[in-house]
């Protein structure tokens, strides 16, 4: 099939979905979850396999595609949701960071799951503690995306460290402004890492961004008074994203609804 005619096929799906338009004008199908372009349920490879992004066309080794064969690279994927965090995150007066989160979440441009919220990790932390009072420019925040944005999709089966930890630890990196020559920052960053790792990695589990996000920022909020003094309270909240996620854990989750709470230590 031609770009050309995915073109089209995208444009059906939007009339069928009542897409919106994006802050340029232009508009993507408005998924949120599996296949951008088709909704369809993504394969994840074994082995990486050479695939053309269906947005930019660069042809890199993806690990991941959809059935239909379409391929978007983790760029493209995450060029709405880096906006939506950016709007948030540099604008808002909030404290709370599981309300950040959820507001960046709840665009119908943010998917369910997906590289970016390897950035929103980071970027919700540090605008939390910066409405909080702590110093954080927004170059800092900016910063935390970029990193973010380094981490690629699928990096907890993939890497072994899913980007939600990752984000604890730049949010802490940037806070202490640690360098690889830094010994003791060094270590105090890849332990915030650690720990918002290992409360991941306790549930036997497909990835779920949004548990593994709250998780992250759950572990942040403890770390983060440690280091800062500031007291950013993580509450629960209901999950409604489980129909539209097939790995969702549900009752062994910490935010399905009516059994929240016990499960912070994981599901074993
Ligand atoms: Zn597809
Ligand atoms: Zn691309």
Redesign the pocket.
Same mark, same amino acid.
């Given at each position: 099939m031609t770009k050309e005619n995915h073109s089209k096929e995208i444009t059906a799906s939007e009339a069928e979905n009542q897409c919106c338009s994006t802050e340029t004008g232009s508009t993507t199908g408005i998924y949120k979850s599996g +296949?951008m372009? +088709?909704?369809?349920p993504l394969i994840y490879y074994w082995k990486t396999k050479e695939s053309s992004c269906y947005f930019c066309g660069k042809t890199l080794q993806a690990n991941a595609g959809?059935?239909?064969g379409?391929f978007v690279c983790d760029l493209c994927h995450s060029a709405d949701a880096i906006k939506i965090i950016k709007n948030v995150c540099l604008h808002s007066h909030k404290k709370d960071m599981v309300e950040l989160m959820n507001t960046i979440r709840s665009h119908p441009l943010f998917k369910i799951h997906g590289p970016e919220h390897h950035s929103m990790v980071p970027a919700v932390i540090l605008t939390a503690l910066k409405n909080s009072g702590q110093q954080i420019t927004n170059d800092d925040i900016n910063t935390a995306i970029e990193r973010g944005r380094g981490v690629c999709g699928g990096a907890c089966a993939f890497l072994g460290a899913c980007g939600a930890a990752i984000g604890a630890g730049i949010a802490v990196s940037i806070v202490l402004k640690a360098d690889p020559y830094d010994g003791e920052n060094r270590q105090v960053v890849q332990q915030a890492t650690q720990r918002a790792l290992a409360r991941i990695a306790s549930y036997k589990a497909p990835r779920c961004c949004q548990r593994d996000s709250w998780l992250a920022l759950e572990e942040a909020s403890a770390i983060m008074h440690e280091i800062t003094g500031k007291s950013m309270p993580v509450k629960t909240f209901k999950c409604e994203q489980f129909p539209g996620n097939k790995g969702c854990i549900r009752e062994q989750c910490p935010l399905w609804p009516g059994t929240r709470h016990s499960l912070k230590g994981g599901n074993q």
């Open positions: +296949c372009i +088709c909704g369809a959809c059935p239909a379409h």
